[in-house]
């Protein structure tokens, strides 16, 4: 029997009122009923207040319902067993947090959602517009709710809800250019947009009908006792198909088979794996937390659009060489440049050229090996931008890079002495620290990822490295 704690939801709440707004918050009765376009949502944690699994439409709840008369009730209450929803999403043993929303959709939902279209310099309002909702829609539920504001004897504070329990506060909301063919909505923000979310990441703007619950669950530990007359269970059945693919052998390749057989980009991307002496562990360089402590996340940027100018020059140069017969070694020196920059990318430099996303390097091809945009081309300057106000480019990752390290008490370059600051003589010795401070951010990464040592999280790229799996199973007394 599990045994089931109900615990402060606010603890894993994305994002709460201040303490010196929550004694100006007055307090009054709330309908707990569902009412139209109500959902709840279900997220599960683990004790490290990692999310593991979410669910968008949760419906494993026992409704109330009280009669008020002919053909009319409603819901007075309902009921929910946290540890029959995590049995059900296949978590059974061990403790976890499960984490329940009750929300109202006001603008837009998960499968018709907005997006962002302009953030404001400040990052404290932001400008929204949907390409699944039609205009019509997107005017009605706007107005809508609006008029719902209004009308309330309270003041209506509401969410931007961007998944993964992600909710971020706000306080006003107007619709612009409503007689238009293209009608858009402003969000005023309670507090400035994380960096973590830029244009074009989707959301929808809901309210709450009742406030977040969470639980915390903890499954008694399985029985191991000997049992003489115990079934043994069979061996693994290697013949099963797993997507469409079998346990068959590949063919024995060599590493200059599998590197002349590559196409460029890829054959780069091996000499990057190849060359890496370290252990490679789970990262998601879309947080800039989890691995920026102690160096400059502009400069990083920056210093990856530099090298990225370098191999576009050598690419360039290349491609004048191409017929040229006395260019030969030219050509094999331009080449190991190339290789040489690409091999020795860190981590996050390896993510911004190889992945796609939103935090990524921009792409041209929608599929890998991907090609990138050119440094100098307006997708490129766009997603890079600029922290300079006059600048056309102004924003975009270098201004989210620069607001992060402005809000990073840890940036090694704030322990430099102003006075050596402001000589602009010194930015070498500004760059030297920068340099120093992402040596010490990859010892900072090691040391960190010991906590993941029991994430027994079963996705490939989240909780323990693959590499020590074997190593924390043998700690656990089992032998390999």
């Known amino acids: 029997m599990a045994n089931e704690i109900e615990i402060s939801a606010y603890q894993n709440s994305f994002q709460n009122y201040k303490g010196k707004d929550t004694s100006i918050i007055s307090t009054f009765e709330r ?38 008369g002919e053909d009319v009730t409603e819901v007075t209450d309902i009921n929910i067993s946290p540890s029959t929803d995590l049995e059900n999403e296949g978590y059974s043993q061990g403790t976890y947090i499960t984490y329940y929303n009750f929300l109202t959709k006001r603008v837009g939902d998960f499968i018709d959602p907005l997006f962002i279209t302009q953030i404001s310099s400040d990052r404290t309002e932001i400008r929204l517009d949907s390409n699944l909702l039609s205009t019509i829609n997107l005017i009605n539920q706007t107005n809508d709710f609006i008029v719902f504001r209004e009308q309330q004897p309270y003041f209506v504070d509401f969410y931007l809800n961007f998944g993964n329990n992600e909710l971020l506060i706000s306080n006003n909301i107007k619709l612009e250019d ?38 915390q669950v903890s499954f008694p530990s399985p029985s191991f006792e000997d049992q003489s007359d115990s079934i043994q269970i069979s061996g693994p059945n290697f013949s099963i198909p797993i997507k469409n693919e079998v346990n068959n052998s590949s063919q024995n390749l060599s590493k200059n088979d599998i590197l002349l057989g590559a196409a460029s980009s890829s054959y780069n991307q091996i000499q990057n794996v190849i060359s890496s002496s370290n252990i490679n562990i789970n990262i998601n360089y879309e947080n800039y937390n989890n691995f920026i402590h102690f160096s400059s996340l502009e400069t990083r940027l920056e210093n990856f659009n530099y090298k990225l100018g370098l191999l576009e020059n050598y690419s360039s140069s290349l491609a004048g060489l191409e017929g040229v017969s006395s260019s030969f070694s030219s050509n094999q020196i331009l080449e190991q440049k190339s290789t040489n920059v690409i091999s020795n990318f860190d981590g996050y430099e390896y993510f911004l050229y190889y992945t796609s996303g939103s935090k990524a390097w921009p792409k ?86 010991i906590t993941q040592k029991y994430n027994a999280d079963n996705r490939l790229d989240f909780g323990v490295s693959k590499d020590l799996v074997a190593d924390a199973i043998r700690d656990f007394g089992v032998k390999l």
């Open 178 to 215: 409503e007689n238009s063919s293209n009608p858009t909505v402003l969000i005023k923000l309670y507090d400035p947009l994380p960096s973590k979310f830029q244009l074009n990441d989707t959301l929808w703007v809901v309210t709450n009908y009742n406030e977040p619950e969470a639980y």
């Open 364 to 449: 041209t091809t929608s599929s890998p090996p991907y090609t990138l945009s050119k440094t100098t081309s307006p997708e490129a300057l766009t997603w890079l931008g600029s922290t300079n106000e006059s600048n056309v480019y102004y924003g975009g990752q270098l201004l989210s890079a620069l607001n992060y390290d402005n809000n990073n008490p840890n940036e090694l370059k704030k322990a430099i002495p102003e006075y050596i600051k402001e000589d602009s003589a010194n930015q070498p010795y500004d760059l030297f620290v920068d340099m120093v401070a992402q040596y010490y951010d990859n010892v900072w990464l090691y040391t960190k990822d």
């Open 31 to 68: 309908d707990f009923s569902l009412i139209p376009n109500s959902y709840i949502e279900f997220f599960v944690y683990n004790p490290q207040k990692s999310l593991l699994s979410s669910n968008l439409n949760y419906l494993n709840y026992d409704q109330y319902i009280n009669s008020l």
